[in-house]
């Protein structure tokens, strides 16, 4: 077993990283904003290219603008070991979601790089274009496209705010390209032996229970859906209470109900209400119609599509006894990905070994890690987020404990990369 203890050196070159790249995309509050093939998300990619080539990586892009830097293999394996996260944001986000999992995972490998060499199975760091939908309507961008879940000719149909093709913006940032008989090329791996991917938690459960690392046993599956409520516009003054057919006080009805649900189930099911708009949304018009998004996320499949199902039948049933009509739209549908159960057995017994408080534990987040499940052994494993609080400027995970994290990564990649065999 590789005996590691660098944490000091590791939080140093972490966080300088980190600190590098929240200047890309840096905003007067504090925040960080990196959508996908904007300028500020390209200077990233091009800053994190030179840091890989500075390591004695081969870097690379796709076509669609994943960045790989390639560590050579001296042996007869051909599979590579992939770890890395992604480096787009939300906006005004912080700096440690996804680029943390980068710059952990770069320091890894250099580390691995210049204590033992070349490994016997090739290492890839990876910074994934995209992963948040921040800009365009589709998360995992980057990974689906690695994956096969996504083909690149998706790009032609998706707009964002401002009319923009993600193709065309795509294409603006020096990425696309067409094969030999016009087809749009792909980004699709046939190589990969494994993935690994390392990830602040975005919560509060390491920090409250006093553990320092988080083994991901699944991430949840979540369900979206848009549900629109439609009723009539009255006036606020004149409409007895009795006649009414009010869409926002239907839509408020069917909240509540969500919530006593959601809490009823009890954990790990979380339930939210987290955009709503109606119209014609002034102080004495009675609500024609309102709008709501749904989002509901649980580790398994049957308890998910259960609720899921109690819930929208109770929402109809409210609409029926109101007198409003209701219309729902599912907009996103992810099944519980299981990380493999190999790994994370491997990364139990790092921990074990070492003395590090660690945790068994749901991810309730997406990550590019589940994009993977299906083509190549997966695992992940997150450190503490103080406060539990993400996707916020007050963002943070102390420098001692992205450390730790990095020293378990380059552990697990040790194993995967330099041992006998993957599994």
């Not at 480096?87 to 770069?106: C, E, F, H």
């Not at 699709?188 to 459960?205: C, N, P, S, W, Y």
């Not at 339930?271 to 009675?286: Q, R």
């Not at 790092?350 to 190549?376: E, K, L, N, T, W």
Request: aromatic content about 6%; proline content about 5%; charged content about 20%.
């Amino acid at each position: 077993m590789l005996k590691l203890d660098l944490e000091a050196e590791f939080a140093e070159s972490v966080t300088g990283l980190l600190d590098e790249l929240a200047m890309c995309g840096a905003e007067r509050n504090g925040g960080v904003t990196r959508l996908l093939y904007t300028p500020s998300w390209l200077e990233a990619q091009r800053l994190l290219e030179r840091r890989m080539t500075e390591c004695g990586l081969t870097a690379r892009y796709d076509c669609v603008g994943n960045l790989f830097g390639r560590l050579a293999g001296r042996g007869s394996e051909s599979g590579v070991v992939l770890t890395g996260s992604h480096i787009d944001t939300v906006r005004s986000g912080g700096k440690y979601d996804g680029a943390y999992g980068i710059a952990a995972s770069l320091t890894a490998v250099k580390f691995l790089h210049e204590k033992f060499g070349p490994p016997l199975r090739p290492i890839e760091v990876v910074s994934f274009c995209e992963e948040e939908g921040s800009r365009f309507p589709l998360a995992y961008w980057g990974s689906g496209n690695v994956s096969g879940t996504f083909s690149p000719e998706l790009a032609d149909g998706l707009v964002d705010a401002q009319g923009v093709t993600m193709r065309e913006a795509m294409e603006a940032a020096g990425f696309g390209g067409t094969g030999p008989s016009g087809e749009p090329l792909s980004a699709k791996r046939t190589d990969l032996a494994a993935f690994v991917e390392v990830h602040i938690e975005q919560g509060m459960t390491l920090e409250r229970f006093g553990e320092r690392i988080g083994i991901v046993e699944t991430i949840a599956g979540q369900r979206r859906y848009v549900v629109t409520v439609l009723g009539e516009a009255n006036h606020a003054g004149t409409t007895p209470m009795a006649l009414r057919r009010d869409a926002m006080a239907g839509a408020a009805e069917m909240i509540a109900f969500l919530e006593r649900a959601a809490q009823k189930a009890g954990d790990p099911l979380v339930a939210t209400v987290g955009s709503i708009e109606c119209v014609p949304n002034v102080p004495n018009v009675i609500a024609g119609s309102a709008e709501f998004t749904l989002d509901i996320r649980h580790m398994s499949e049957t308890l998910l599509t259960g609720f899921c199902d109690t819930v929208l039948g109770t929402f109809r049933t409210i609409a029926e006894r109101r007198g409003l009509k209701i219309r729902v739209r599912s907009v996103l549908h992810t099944r519980p990905a299981p990380m493999d159960p190999v790994l994370t057995g491997r990364l139990e017994r790092i921990c074990s070994s070492r003395g590090i408080p660690y945790r068994r534990m749901m991810s309730g987040a997406g990550h590019d890690a589940q994009m993977f499940r299906s083509v190549c052994p997966t695992a992940m494993l997150f450190v503490p987020s103080r406060g539990g609080i993400s996707h916020s400027p007050d963002e943070y995970t102390p420098p001692e404990d992205l450390a730790l994290g990095t020293a378990v990564l380059a552990e697990l990649l040790y194993e995967l990369a330099y041992g006998e065999k993957c599994p």
